[in-house]
């Protein structure tokens, strides 16, 4: 329906290709009106944004008849993936102004490369922080066997989605996470079905979430650091982020060209635009995400949000466990966390 | 000359014949093809085998998850009948004013012109924590908490699809009843009967086509079902149209996805030609 919808867009804007238009499938917030307004009156590219729920829409997405979209946003768990499915084109970083400016270890992932060649351009990232309410608790929570707390029956949410079984896998002690085996899986699998009574509901978007702490449904959950807590904090409704002791899992996410995009044009524009302050700070702003561009986030965010984002500090990023593809293990962990919803 | 009658003929044979082509053995025999193949990282590739279909019987999910959607189905078509089938009879049979008719019987069909997410929707309002239902419980003193049973499991599931169907049911019981002649049930009381066996020896029977068309469709509506488990359904709602968006998207695993749809159009089919025979068993009766 949205991709139809998409399509007719496509249509019936092509007569005003002149001005150029610009397709971006990508997370909520990163085509916000706050700065994409500004873009597209600079550029004469027009945006048009679909957005998507997970990680594991991208390729559904584009494979089920494609091409309408130039621009992809995905994470660096699912990066490779866009790269053996050929669904995106090498990247021309010589016509991206600042590339060079972007964390040198974000360039570097071999998620975003394939034989030297480059194919993501890091934009922002973060962690898969925990979250609960502040009046809920006396004692603050600490730990992911928080969420496993019989006494917050009915109270709990969880990612609908395969790290599930990573934040499972921590809380058994099994901190490889990306490199389970079958074994630890089952062991993940086990112990999601034994939280199964105390959850609420599985949330699937950034505003189910929001909306199930509140309409008082929740008061536990793992969230994207940053992102929903404003976004309650905004209704009036006060959280608190925390790494928990078992540590957190970390994420990137970087712009993809999607190949043979008749709007490579506005498509670079764009990419230039997203990685200047502009870019930068407008998802710093709308997300509360770090930037991966520190010399266009110095450049544009004060001291104070600077320090919060940890953009002085990358080695944060070490601490966290980042994404990574999980290649031929990739069925056997969305077959366990589908086993757990089946349950 | 034959030009216009042979146009004429292959329009008449032409159409249906393209239409059952197009929008039947095109897609469907697509979806045979891919139940064969094979995952693959990245996708999936072209074979001939049976593996998806005996992962279906062999892995506990999925036989698990339909037996929960068949269940779910089952109570929202029973709910519906019992529902619709008083207010139908009502309708026919005791409600003499015209007008009120008309209203009531708009006032059920009336929501099916209603997005059907907002309609689901609406019932998250109603059922939450914090929503109308406890809210109006509470006031009336008849709980002292806010209770949390009423939404994010499978009894909201049954209400809201429940609600979002039964117009399907109330309309086929409408007009099974509306067909039966007056001078039936006067007969069978000149005959000596009770109401209650009239009804159970007249009325009943000769609307069996239409409790039969009314299961039928909510029962399939349900079973097809995924926004339900989606908006109001808990942790242990996930249904089987769910379990197959997952295959088709996030698994990536087209092939075990197609299995599963045909698994559930055989179904969908037992199920619809079972109601066809006891249609053409109550009608034949009748006679």
């Not at chain 1, 494979?63 to 990066?79: E, F, K, M, R, W």
């Not at chain 1, 919060?308 to 069925?331: C, K, N």
């Not at chain 2, 000596?192 to 066996?197: D, K």
Request: charge should be negative; include cysteine.
């Amino acid at each position: 329906m949205k991709k139809t919808l998409t399509a007719l867009l496509a249509l019936t804007a092509s007569p005003a290709l002149a001005e150029g238009t610009v397709n971006v499938l990508t997370w909520e917030g990163y085509a916000d009106a706050s700065f994409i307004t500004q873009f597209e009156e600079e550029s004469g590219c027009k945006v048009t944004a679909t957005y998507v729920g997970s990680n594991d829409d991208f390729a559904p997405k584009l494979l089920g008849g494609g091409g309408v979209y130039d621009l992809i946003a995905p994470s660096i768990d699912t990066t490779a993936l866009m790269i053996d499915l050929g669904l995106v084109e090498p990247l021309d970083t010589a016509a991206i102004t600042g590339w060079g400016d972007i964390y040198q270890k974000f360039r570097d992932l071999p998620g975003l490369q394939r034989d030297g060649v480059h194919y993501g351009m890091p934009y922002s990232w973060g962690a898969i922080a925990f979250m609960y309410r502040n009046d809920v608790f006396t004692t603050p929570p600490t730990s992911i066997a928080d969420l496993w707390n019989p006494d917050l029956a009915g109270k709990v949410s969880l990612w609908d989605d395969k790290s599930a079984i990573y934040v499972a896998a921590r809380l058994n002690g099994d901190s490889d996470i990306y490199n389970l085996t079958d074994e630890q899986i089952e062991a993940a699998k086990a112990k999601l079905i034994e939280q199964k009574p105390l959850v609420r509901k599985y949330w699937a978007t950034a505003g189910e979430l929001v909306d199930l702490y509140k309409a008082g449904e929740v008061v536990i959950s793992n969230t994207w650091a940053g992102y929903q807590s404003s976004l309650l904090a905004a209704e009036g409704i006060e959280v608190t982020e925390f790494i928990p002791t078992e540590g957190a899992e970390g994420w990137l996410d970087a712009w993809m060209v999607v190949k043979d995009t008749p709007n490579r044009e506005c498509a670079y524009k764009f990419l230039n635009m997203q990685l200047s302050a502009l870019g930068q700070c407008g998802v710093a702003n709308v997300n509360g995400y770090s930037a991966a561009n520190p010399v266009a986030a110095k450049a544009c965010m004060s001291p104070e949000q600077f320090t919060a984002l940890h953009q002085d500090d990358p080695d944060y990023l070490d601490s966290l466990m980042i994404w990574t593809a999980l290649g031929e293990r990739f069925e056997a962990y969305t077959n366990a966390w589908n086993a757990v919803k089946a349950q | 000359m034959s030009g216009p009658r042979s146009l004429s003929t292959v329009l008449i044979l032409g159409i249906p014949i393209l239409w059952v082509v197009v929008f039947m053995l095109l897609p469907y025999g697509i979806i045979v093809t891919y139940s064969f193949w094979v995952k693959a990282y990245p996708t999936f590739k072209p074979a001939f085998q049976f593996g998806n279909y005996l992962t279906l019987v062999t892995d506990p999910q999925y036989v698990q998850v339909l037996l929960r959607t068949l269940k779910i189905s089952a109570l929202v078509s029973v709910l519906s009948l019992l529902l619709a089938y008083p207010f139908a009879w009502w309708l026919v049979f005791r409600c003499h004013n015209q007008s009120l008719k008309t209203w009531a019987y708009m006032a059920v069909i009336a929501p099916l012109w209603v997005s059907y997410l907002l309609r689901a929707y609406i019932w998250k309002t109603i059922l939450g924590t914090e929503g109308i239902l406890n809210s109006f419980l509470m006031s009336t003193g008849i709980i002292s908490e806010p209770s949390s049973l009423f939404l994010y499991n499978q009894f909201a599931m049954v209400v809201t699809l429940t609600y979002i169907f039964i117009p399907f049911m109330v309309m086929p019981i409408y007009t099974a009843l509306e067909r039966i002649p007056a001078n039936l049930s006067e007969a069978s009381s000149d005959l000596g009967m009770a109401p209650w066996q009239t009804f159970l020896k007249v009325t009943l029977p000769l609307s069996t086509p239409g409790i039969a068309a009314g299961f039928t469709l909510t029962f399939c509506l349900s079973f097809g079902d995924f926004i339900a488990p989606f908006l109001v359904g808990g942790p242990d709602g996930n249904l089987i149209a769910s379990v197959i968006q997952s295959q088709f998207g996030s698994a990536l695993n087209w092939p075990l996805g197609s299995a599963l749809s045909i698994v559930m159009l055989v179904i969908v089919l037992a199920i619809v030609s079972l109601s066809d025979r006891i249609e053409a068993r109550a009608n034949t009766g009748a006679h």
